[in-house]
């Protein structure tokens, strides 16, 4: 099983509706902090990647919503792993509530591509071998 990569979150009234619930869509802005944040932690700076024209796109979601998040909640967003290809990571992604209970599911395909060509790039050698400290499985 591939290692797990954790941010908390406050969730705060913008995030939310007019009944305090938090607004769908800031789900997915949730979980993308959360995998902006375990990219920097394996020391990639996607600022380069950019100056490179280079970086991650999204290529596939697949969304489960559980149970609602509430305005001063302080939510754990997690990262794993589940496939890692030369071109693309899969990550499973949760969204908790303090007390642990799952409150939001995210599988989703991010692939590395080159932004002036929308080209797939193979992921570079020192950060494909920084991601496979994250991921137990078989590679692609």
Do not use: W
């Amino acid at each position: 099983m591939s290692k797990e990569f954790c941010i908390q979150l406050r969730v705060y009234y913008e995030d939310t509706d007019a009944g305090g619930i938090v607004y769908h869509a800031n789900y997915l802005k949730f979980c993308e902090r959360a995998r902006s944040e375990f990219i920097r932690s394996l020391g990639v700076s996607q600022a380069e990647m950019l100056r490179q024209g280079r970086g991650f796109v999204v290529a596939k979601m697949q969304l489960r919503f559980k149970k609602p998040a509430r305005l001063d909640d302080l939510l754990t967003v997690s990262c794993r792993v589940s496939r890692l290809r030369h071109v693309a990571i899969a990550f499973d992604q949760e969204v908790r509530a303090p007390d642990g209970t799952v409150l939001f599911e995210l599988n989703c395909d991010i692939g590395y591509i080159d932004f002036n060509t929308g080209a797939l790039l193979e992921i570079p050698a020192d950060m494909a071998g920084r991601l496979k400290d994250y991921y137990q499985g078989q590679e692609d």
